[in-house]
């Protein structure tokens, strides 16, 4: 296999191929950061490239030949995770002080093998579904360049889709693993909170966000996942011990799971567009000839309730976010302006909304006690343009995102995984997904059946329209 033919083949291959010694790790990192510098002037999709320091990680583990599992591997993290000598800038020019050392997951992904090639753009401090500012230009789609590659993990995604690396980590606080998964035809599985520790942050967006892999194939989320997941002291979620290792469940057929789907959005008059809905009725159809029950769900998710919660911890998280910021005055109007949002709620409003995650929790989770898994669509619609919603005053743009979203943003609340699956493209060649949402600490029985899907409809093999042949 050619270099840039395994620029695209993901983890475990690329893992295969240094340990069996077909490539060294400096040969594929330097093909990584070969294909950077051609394609992602295009792109955008990394704040930082660290090339010198690359190319040593990428020595070192030749020179060592340590058996570890991501050995040689290149990954891209977003610039919401800590690395040691720089500032986290979670999207913004608003820090400056540096971190003393990696976050938990950073420490783990070295400590496996992989070799960090840089850190991937996000919106300013995440609260967008696209990943564009005023002062850093939009990060674009792999498979078409007028189109957004999501948020607010859309950096990450961009990579991985494009061939810059073999996965990236992302965060999803409503939706930005999953969201930047579907668009750009990749796999990306919002673990469970507490799965994956945010040390040296205890807690984000008050539980709302968790971190995870964004990968061209499941059992790629899966031998990343297995390096990075578990609590450090000090964590206040903690996930209970998966039933297997996560690339066992990927390699798992899931047998025969009742199966809800539910095309009802969570608030009213929002629109699913019919490319949307065919692909989750072609994928209740697959699923169905796969032997699973596959019946229509549509339970009652408190709409105007849970709705307004989520607005309301949004809206709060997003100031708390800003004035938390080394330099708050240093972000961006538009984000100024949700920041000024969250400030204005009335005090018992965010208390109201604050409290009720027990409840909210159990009610959301009584669907699966007639149901294994729930599918439903991962976004309302096929992805958005870049630059679409700039004219719309903030709450417009707000409302248009959550409209956008509103499948995805019920399972931050209240903490279940759920995955973003591709599921097809659209009449223009652009990728479309659906979600598949667990029960409460059960990645396993997703990977084994978002695996089960890949088996019978694989996705990977195709590399995007959108940038030619970067050879």
Same mark, same amino acid.
């Given at each position: 296999?050619?270099?840039?033919?395994?620029?695209?083949?993901?983890?475990?291959?690329?893992?295969?191929?240094?340990?069996?010694?077909?490539?060294?790790?400096?040969?594929?990192?330097?093909?990584?950061?070969?294909?950077?510098?051609?394609?992602?002037?295009?792109?955008?999709?990394?704040?930082?490239?660290? %090339?010198?320091?690359?190319?040593?990680?990428?020595?070192?583990?030749?020179?060592?030949?340590?058996?570890?599992?991501?050995?040689? &591997?290149?990954?891209?993290?977003?610039?919401?995770?800590?690395?040691?000598?720089?500032?986290?800038?979670?999207?913004?020019?608003?820090? !400056?002080?540096?971190?003393?050392?990696?976050?938990?997951?950073?420490?783990?992904?070295?400590?496996?093998?992989?070799?960090i090639i840089g850190r991937t753009r996000m919106p300013e401090l995440g609260l967008w579904p696209y990943t564009e500012s005023g002062w850093a230009g939009p990060t674009r789609n792999p498979w078409s360049l007028t189109h957004s590659p999501g948020g607010s993990s859309g950096g990450s995604a961009a990579a991985v889709a494009a061939g810059l690396a073999a996965a990236a980590i992302g965060t999803d606080?409503?939706?930005?693993?999953?969201?930047?998964?579907?668009?750009?035809?990749?796999?990306?599985?919002?673990?469970? +909170?507490?799965?994956?520790?945010?040390?040296?942050?205890?807690? &984000?967006?008050?539980?709302? &966000?968790?971190?995870?892999?964004?990968?061209?194939?499941?059992?790629?989320?899966?031998?990343? %996942?297995?390096? #990075?997941?578990?609590?450090?002291?000090?964590?206040?979620?903690?996930?209970?011990?998966?039933?297997?290792?996560?690339?066992?469940?990927? !390699?798992?057929?899931?047998?025969?799971?009742?199966?809800?789907?539910?095309?009802?959005?969570?608030?009213?008059? #929002?629109?699913?567009?019919?490319? &949307?809905?065919?692909?989750v009725q072609d994928t209740a159809a697959l699923l169905t000839d796969l032997g699973h029950d596959v019946v229509r769900l549509d339970p009652p998710m408190k709409d105007l309730k849970a709705s307004t919660q989520f607005a309301v911890r949004y809206l709060h998280n997003a100031h708390l976010a800003r004035t938390g910021m080394e330099f708050p005055d240093l972000v961006e109007p538009r984000t100024r302006?949700?920041?000024?949002?969250?400030?204005?709620?009335?005090?018992?409003?965010?208390?109201?909304?604050?409290?009720?995650?027990?409840?909210?929790?159990?009610?959301?989770?009584?669907?699966?006690?007639?149901?294994?898994?729930?599918?439903?669509?991962?976004?309302?619609?096929?992805?958005?343009?870049?630059?679409?919603?700039? +004219?719309?005053?903030?709450?417009?743009?707000?409302?248009?995102?959550?409209?956008?979203?509103?499948?995805?943003?019920?399972?931050?609340?209240?903490?279940?995984?759920?995955?973003?699956?591709?599921?097809?493209?659209?009449?223009?060649?652009?990728?479309?997904?659906?979600?598949?949402?667990?029960?409460?600490?059960?990645?396993?029985?997703?990977?084994?059946?978002?695996?089960?899907?890949? +088996?019978?409809?694989?996705?990977?093999?195709?590399?995007?329209?959108?940038?030619?042949?970067?050879?």
């Amino acid at each position: 296999m050619e270099l840039t033919e395994l620029s695209f083949a993901g983890v475990a291959r690329q893992a295969e191929a240094v340990r069996s010694g077909e490539v060294t790790a400096r040969e594929l990192v330097a093909e990584h950061l070969r294909r950077i510098e051609l394609v992602d002037p295009q792109l955008n999709a990394f704040r930082q490239v660290f %090339a010198e320091q690359a190319l040593a990680e990428a020595d070192a583990a030749d020179a060592r030949g340590e058996d570890l599992p991501l050995r040689g &591997v290149p990954i891209a993290v977003k610039e919401d995770i800590a690395i040691a000598g720089l500032p986290t800038t979670k999207g913004t020019n608003a820090a !400056r002080t540096p971190e003393p050392a990696d976050s938990a997951i950073v420490q783990r992904l070295r400590a496996a093998g992989a070799v960090i090639i840089g850190r991937t753009r996000m919106p300013e401090l995440g609260l967008w579904p696209y990943t564009e500012s005023g002062w850093a230009g939009p990060t674009r789609n792999p498979w078409s360049l007028t189109h957004s590659p999501g948020g607010s993990s859309g950096g990450s995604a961009a990579a991985v889709a494009a061939g810059l690396a073999a996965a990236a980590i992302g965060t999803d606080g409503a939706g930005s693993i999953r969201i930047p998964s579907a668009v750009t035809g990749l796999f990306g599985l919002k673990p469970q +909170r507490g799965r994956v520790s945010l040390a040296p942050e205890r807690e &984000v967006w008050g539980g709302m &966000v968790v971190a995870g892999p964004i990968t061209r194939t499941v059992l790629d989320w899966a031998l990343v %996942a297995d390096q #990075i997941h578990g609590a450090v002291p000090g964590d206040p979620h903690v996930a209970h011990p998966p039933r297997t290792s996560f690339t066992e469940a990927a !390699r798992t057929d899931p047998g025969r799971l009742r199966i809800g789907v539910s095309l009802r959005p969570w608030g009213p008059g #929002i629109s699913i567009a019919e490319e &949307v809905r065919d692909a989750v009725q072609d994928t209740a159809a697959l699923l169905t000839d796969l032997g699973h029950d596959v019946v229509r769900l549509d339970p009652p998710m408190k709409d105007l309730k849970a709705s307004t919660q989520f607005a309301v911890r949004y809206l709060h998280n997003a100031h708390l976010a800003r004035t938390g910021m080394e330099f708050p005055d240093l972000v961006e109007p538009r984000t100024r302006a949700v920041g000024e949002l969250g400030r204005r709620l009335p005090r018992g409003l965010v208390r109201w909304a604050l409290k009720d995650d027990a409840t909210l929790t159990a009610y959301a989770n009584r669907i699966f006690s007639s149901v294994d898994v729930l599918l439903t669509p991962a976004l309302t619609r096929p992805p958005i343009r870049v630059g679409e919603w700039d +004219r719309r005053n903030v709450v417009t743009a707000l409302l248009a995102a959550s409209h956008y979203t509103t499948f995805l943003q019920m399972w931050n609340v209240v903490g279940n995984p759920a995955a973003s699956v591709p599921a097809g493209r659209t009449s223009s060649g652009l990728p479309l997904a659906v979600q598949l949402v667990g029960r409460r600490h059960d990645e396993c029985t997703l990977l084994s059946v978002s695996a089960q899907l890949e +088996r019978a409809r694989p996705w990977a093999d195709r590399t995007p329209s959108g940038l030619g042949h970067a050879n």
